[in-house]
């Protein structure tokens, strides 16, 4: 196999939680007098850090605070986070993995107690080498946690392979100098993640196949 090692993102990616995450994001809209957004539109435009995001789209930090906005998100995402099922295949896929020898681990811009929360309630901590999520609820860059999450894989770079739903996790990827594959299930839409010259695949099921096929 190409990879010895694979790091997963978590939102959009381990957890189908994009349709969650525009309820909430147009309840804080509705807040600041914003109209609702599509998914569609929402997958079109949604970027880390999340607050070039809501400025892009509209929100502005002169007249709110963005460190309030972030905590009503964080308490009413939390409030029914754990109503989202797994995306299609991950379960499955994750146990080949590992049946396979192959390492796993974790790197999310999500805040790093949620995320170990999160995982221990799906029952899928155990399969994971590293589980590293920031320290703050700004859902920003996670590039030079990526980084240091890597140094510690003990696999050369060349043999990891991030898979994430978002440009910033082909991003991610580049700054570690590893692989790259997406699941087009999360928060951006396929057309902005097959312009990035990365294998895109409809959901982990799929990616599943291609890795253990030589399609990577």
């Known amino acids: 196999m190409k990879y010895s090692h694979v790091i997963w993102d978590f939102n959009g990616t381990i957890v189908d939680d994009a349709p969650l995450g525009v309820e909430v994001f147009n309840e804080l809209r509705g807040d600041c007098g914003l109209p609702p957004v599509t998914m569609e539109e929402y997958a079109e435009n949604f970027?880390?850090?999340?607050?070039?995001?809501?400025?892009?789209?509209?929100?502005?930090?002169?007249?709110?605070?963005?460190?309030?906005?972030?905590?009503?998100?964080?308490?009413?995402?939390?409030?029914?986070?754990?109503?989202?099922?797994?995306?299609?295949g991950f379960r499955e896929a994750a146990a080949?993995?590992?049946?396979?020898?192959?390492?796993?681990?974790?790197?999310?811009?999500?805040?790093?107690?949620?995320?170990?929360?999160?995982?221990?309630?799906?029952?899928?901590?155990?399969?994971?080498?590293?589980?590293?999520?920031?320290?703050?609820?700004?859902?920003?860059?996670?590039?030079?946690?990526?980084?240091?999450?890597?140094?510690?894989?003990?696999?050369p770079a060349e043999k990891i392979v991030m898979v994430g739903d978002t440009p910033h996790d082909k991003e991610v990827a580049d700054a570690i100098g590893a692989g790259c594959a997406l699941v087009a299930c999360g928060h951006?839409?396929?057309?902005?993640?097959?312009?990035?010259?990365?294998?895109?695949?409809?959901?982990?099921?799929?990616?599943?196949?291609a890795f253990f096929s030589g399609g990577l």
Do not use: M, W
């Open 188 to 209: 951006a839409s396929r057309r902005r993640l097959e312009k990035l010259g990365v294998p895109v695949f409809k959901n982990p099921a799929e990616f599943r196949e």
């Open 47 to 88: 970027k880390i850090p999340v607050r070039d995001f809501y400025e892009d789209t509209g929100f502005d930090f002169s007249k709110v605070d963005f460190r309030k906005l972030g905590e009503k998100f964080v308490r009413l995402y939390g409030a029914r986070r754990f109503k989202c099922p797994l995306t299609p």
């Open 96 to 155: 080949a993995l590992s049946g396979a020898g192959v390492g796993q681990s974790v790197l999310s811009a999500y805040e790093n107690g949620l995320l170990h929360e999160a995982l221990r309630h799906y029952g899928l901590d155990g399969l994971f080498s590293r589980i590293d999520g920031l320290d703050n609820i700004d859902a920003g860059s996670k590039k030079e946690l990526g980084r240091r999450h890597a140094a510690r894989l003990g696999a």
